[in-house]
C-alpha cells in the first residue's frame, strides 16, 4: 500500500504550500494582470516598439541585450545574463541587486508568488508552439498511483487517512474539502480547485507548485505518469 503514502503526501505538502498564496503561482491569468506594471516601460506583444525599456516578447532563454535597436545600460549588456527561469525571477524580485548599475528603476516584486504568475506569463510570450498534451490512460494510472501514492493516500470512498486524506473524488473539488481529515491552513486558505492543469503542476513539483508545502514528495518526471495519475483520479465518482 505505498500509493497513498507517496501521493498523500503530495496532498499534504500541498495542502501547507497554498496558504501562503502560492497556490496560483503558474497562473497565467494573474501573471497577465501583474505584467501590466511592466507596461509602463515595455511593450509585451511580437514586434511591439521599445519605450523606455525594451520589447519582452520572447525574453525568456535569451541573453541579456539580446533586442535591436534599444539602447541597454552597460551593466546589463555586461552581465553575462541569460534570461532563465532563477534569472528573471531574481530580478523581478530586485532588478538594482541582480544587475548592480541597471538603469532600471522598478523596485520590484516582493511577493514569491505574483513572481511566480508573472513568471507563467511570460512563458507564453513566445511563438514556440505549445506542446502536446499528453493523454493519460486510467489503468495505467492505478498502477503509478500505487507505486507512487498508496504510501501517503487510500484512493476509496470513506477511505482511511493515512498521512493525507483519500483522494477519492477530489477532482473538480476545491482543495481542502475531504471531511474527517485535519488540513493544513495553508491548504484551508489556498483557494485551489483541483483540476487538470493544476494537478498536473503539483504531481510535477509540490514544492514549486505550492512554496513552502510540508509535502515531501519531490514530483514526477515523467508526462505520462502524471497524464496517468490525472486520469485516474477523474475516475474516482
Known amino acids: 500500500m505505498k500509493i497513498a503514502h507517496a501521493f498523500s503526501i503530495w496532498m499534504a505538502l500541498a495542502i501547507g504550500l497554498a496558504a501562503s498564496g502560492a497556490s496560483a503561482a503558474d497562473d497565467v491569468e494573474n501573471g497577465k494582470k501583474i505584467a501590466k506594471k511592466c507596461t509602463a516601460c515595455h511593450t509585451l506583444n511580437k514586434g511591439g516598439k521599445n519605450r523606455l525599456g525594451p520589447n519582452l516578447f520572447g525574453v525568456l532563454g535569451k541573453p541579456a541585450g539580446h533586442v535591436k535597436d534599444y539602447k541597454y545600460s552597460k551593466a546589463l549588456l555586461d552581465s553575462g545574463i541569460v534570461w532563465d527561469e532563477a534569472n528573471f525571477m531574481a530580478f523581478i524580485d530586485n532588478p538594482k541587486k541582480t544587475i548592480k548599475g541597471t538603469k532600471m528603476s522598478f523596485a520590484g516584486i516582493k511577493k514569491p508568488a505574483q513572481r511566480a504568475e508573472l513568471l507563467a506569463y511570460f512563458k507564453t510570450l513566445t511563438d514556440a508552439a505549445a506542446p502536446k498534451e499528453t493523454a493519460g490512460n486510467a489503468e495505467d494510472g492505478l498502477v503509478a498511483a500505487k507505486k507512487h501514492c498508496i504510501v501517503c493516500h487510500s484512493f476509496e470512498k470513506g477511505g482511511r487517512v493515512v498521512f493525507g486524506p483519500t483522494l477519492f473524488d477530489i477532482y473538480g473539488k476545491p ?30 513539483n509540490p514544492g514549486r507548485f505550492l512554496p513552502g508545502t510540508t509535502a515531501r514528495f519531490p514530483g514526477l518526471k515523467s508526462a505520462q505518469e502524471k497524464a496517468d495519475i490525472l486520469a485516474y483520479l477523474k475516475t474516482l465518482k
Open 175 to 204: 482543495a481542502a474539502s475531504i471531511p474527517g481529515y485535519e488540513y493544513s491552513t495553508a491548504m484551508k486558505n489556498s483557494g485551489l480547485t483541483w483540476n487538470d492543469k493544476n494537478l498536473l503542476e503539483f504531481l510535477s
